[in-house]
């Protein structure tokens, strides 16, 4: 009796593994179809790894499925989130070690729910008109993000517009809010901020949506240090650079940091549109020629369709106002860069300026929440890097000032990319001191 229960216990255990083989074959089609089955991180290991010789280490994991956590590599150390399966493995190479994160999949369930956007018409806020507050509560597709830009742009018509300054390869906006004070539009000198150009550091998308939410609200409450700013100048502010990336990171791969740019040379895809900007594009050791890796250049300067679009922006720009302050964001490690990456011997020729400037920016950081933010030059305060935003917008477009910012967490142990979104309005109210703190001193 025992037996034949055993017998029918196992036959029924064969057919449920054959249903799930069956299952298999089916979703895989399916996905195959859609080419879209969503990248699960459950049982990604994250580990940190200091070495001597870079390229060596990078070799040695060859055979190890890892996805790259590094936000701008150092060359000194890698962080990488391992696959489960390939954990013995990684294990058996014996080297020396720290892990950062248990479960890279855990860390991710952390960003909770991607909430609709509720906020339009109804939940504004009464005195302002503007968007209500609780859109900083959670992370959203970029569909809401348009819907929030044009709800900021509804809240301050007469010194505002939304513009596309062109599309991504797959079709949509890199789009914009345009601020401006007293004189009317486009005559004062640009502040132009870039986010998101690397698609899984979400936190830089809120963040300056954050500020730019402070700066409308308060120039329409006369507050002097931003009335007397946006009479000044006029604000660029696009949260979303890389649409395509962006939208892969919420429907398919999480980490997903390029383009989505296919190349005949290769199956693997995306550029990284920060390594692809035309100026000191081939310095070598600053980018890779290799299109798998996450700091592939491209083939030649400047060949990704949004690259098109940010230069034309950028270049009309400096051509008739002039640009006073550019910033690219990005997450993670908590850093203020100036230029330049290509070379850790270029000086911007008022150095000293520049970094008395991004000290006062890094106290008036610090003072809000405490966070550390280390500033200086990227070359020397990260690794050399070719073909950046920074570099391109300083020589190329005549910026006075150029830098990018490394928002938080500091490290890959405090979640790296993906920080729950209790995080956006601390990491909105930190940078945004900063920010205060440069427009009374530039
Ligand atoms: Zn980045």
């Not at 216990?9 to 057919?15: C, L, N, P, V, W």
């Not at 055979?63 to 956590?69: A, G, N, Q, R, W």
């Amino acid at each position: 009796m025992l037996t034949a229960l055993r017998s029918i216990s196992a036959t029924r255990t064969k057919i449920k593994n054959i249903i799930i083989i069956m299952k298999s074959f089916a979703a895989l089609a399916l996905g195959l179809q859609a080419v879209a089955a969503k990248v699960s991180y459950d049982g990604y290991k994250v580990f940190h790894i200091e070495t001597s010789d870079f390229e060596a280490m990078q070799a040695k994991l060859s055979d190890i499925e890892y996805v790259s956590l590094d936000c701008e590599s150092n060359h000194k150390s890698l962080e990488v989130a391992v696959a489960p399966q390939d954990l013995e493995a990684f294990e058996a190479l014996g080297l020396d070690v720290e892990v950062s994160i248990e479960d890279m999949g855990a860390e991710i369930a952390k960003e909770g729910d991607i909430k609709p956007y509720k906020a339009r018409k109804k939940a504004r806020d009464v005195c302002t008109g503007l968007p209500d507050m609780s859109w900083f509560d959670s992370y959203h597709v970029f569909e809401d993000h348009l819907d929030f830009l044009e709800d900021l742009q509804s809240a301050f018509v007469r010194n505002s517009e939304l513009f596309d300054a062109g599309l991504s390869l797959e079709g949509r906006p890199l789009r914009g809010i345009h601020l401006w004070g007293r004189d009317g539009p486009g005559i004062k000198p640009a502040i132009i901020w870039h986010a998101t150009v690397h698609a899984r550091e979400w936190i830089t998308t809120p963040t300056v949506e954050y500020m730019a939410y402070q700066i409308i609200r308060d120039y329409r409450i006369k507050e002097p240090l931003i009335t007397e700013t946006l009479d000044n100048y006029d604000f660029y502010i696009m949260p979303v650079i890389n649409p395509d990336g962006f939208v892969h990171t919420h429907e398919n791969d999480r980490l997903w940091r390029k383009n989505r740019q296919a190349r005949e040379s290769s199956s693997c895809i995306g550029t990284d549109i920060n390594r692809n900007w035309p100026h000191q594009w081939d310095v070598p050791g600053g980018s890779s020629t290799n299109p798998c890796v996450e700091t592939y250049r491209g083939e030649s300067p400047g060949d990704t369709p949004e690259m098109a679009v940010m230069t034309n922006h950028t270049l009309s720009l400096a051509e008739s106002t002039g640009i006073k302050f550019y910033v690219d964001w990005h997450s993670y490690s908590q850093l203020i860069l100036l230029p330049y990456g290509y070379s850790c011997d270029a000086m911007v020729k008022d150095f000293d300026t520049q970094m008395e400037l991004a000290r006062g920016v890094r106290d008036a950081i610090r003072s809000v929440n405490g966070l550390d933010f280390v500033y200086g030059p990227t070359c020397e305060t990260i690794y050399q890097t070719s073909g950046g935003s920074m570099d391109y917008v300083y020589d190329v477009a005549n910026a006075e000032l150029s830098w990018a910012f490394e928002l938080r967490p500091q490290s890959p142990r405090q979640g790296g990319f993906a920080i729950p979104p209790e995080n956006i309005i601390p990491s909105g109210e930190e940078v945004w001191a900063g920010m205060r703190n440069l427009f009374a001193n530039f």
